[in-house]
């Protein structure tokens, strides 16, 4: 599947930072061994961020969530050398189980000072610091 691009020549992805109870919902990803936030590439032109971003992290944590504020981009260049926007939301943790598999085979539940210590790259921690100036509504 050919990679969809934003008007820039982004690859454009989206995800979200999953609360429930104070906490938030960390990814582990096997193929780069890094810890992160629920995330993944636009499936086509058609299929909106916000939309994107709710798929994702289904599909990655099991969890059906609610649609929150927005999070600042973060854009960077990924490993094969693309430049890449993820656009981010603030999500409400609903229902669902997590089931191990290729993309994330574990998930933690953890205070945010404790998820900034785990998480593997610095744009991810920007969203840490961003959950505080967008009040939980």
Same mark, same amino acid.
């Given at each position: %599947?050919?990679?969809?691009?934003?008007?820039?020549?982004?690859?454009?992805?989206?995800?979200?930072?999953?609360?429930?109870?104070? #906490?938030? /919902?960390?990814?582990?990803? +096997?193929?780069?061994?890094?810890?992160?936030? +629920?995330?993944?590439?636009? *499936?086509?032109? *058609?299929?909106?961020?916000?939309?994107? $971003?709710?798929? #994702?992290?289904?599909?990655?944590?099991?969890? #059906?969530?609610?649609?929150?504020?927005? /999070?600042?981009?973060?854009?960077?260049?990924?490993?094969?050398?693309?430049?890449?926007?993820?656009?981010?939301?603030? %999500?409400? $943790?609903?229902?669902?189980?997590?089931?191990?598999?290729?993309?994330?085979?574990?998930? *933690?539940?953890?205070?945010? &000072?404790?998820?900034?210590? /785990?998480?593997?790259? &610095?744009?991810?921690?920007? /969203?840490? &610091?961003?959950?505080?100036?967008?009040? &939980?509504?």
């Amino acid at each position: %599947m050919r990679d969809v691009r934003d008007t820039q020549g982004r690859v454009r992805a989206a995800g979200g930072v999953v609360l429930r109870d104070g #906490e938030v /919902l960390v990814v582990h990803r +096997p193929r780069y061994d890094d810890w992160s936030f +629920p995330k993944g590439k636009a *499936r086509s032109r *058609r299929e909106s961020d916000a939309a994107t $971003a709710l798929r #994702e992290v289904r599909e990655e944590t099991g969890l #059906e969530c609610e649609l929150g504020e927005p /999070l600042p981009d973060v854009t960077y260049t990924d490993s094969l050398g693309r430049p890449k926007v993820v656009r981010y939301w603030r %999500m409400r $943790a609903g229902a669902g189980t997590f089931e191990p598999g290729d993309e994330v085979d574990e998930v *933690r539940w953890l205070p945010p &000072d404790e998820a900034g210590l /785990l998480l593997t790259y &610095d744009h991810d921690r920007v /969203l840490l &610091d961003a959950l505080e100036a967008v009040p &939980d509504a």
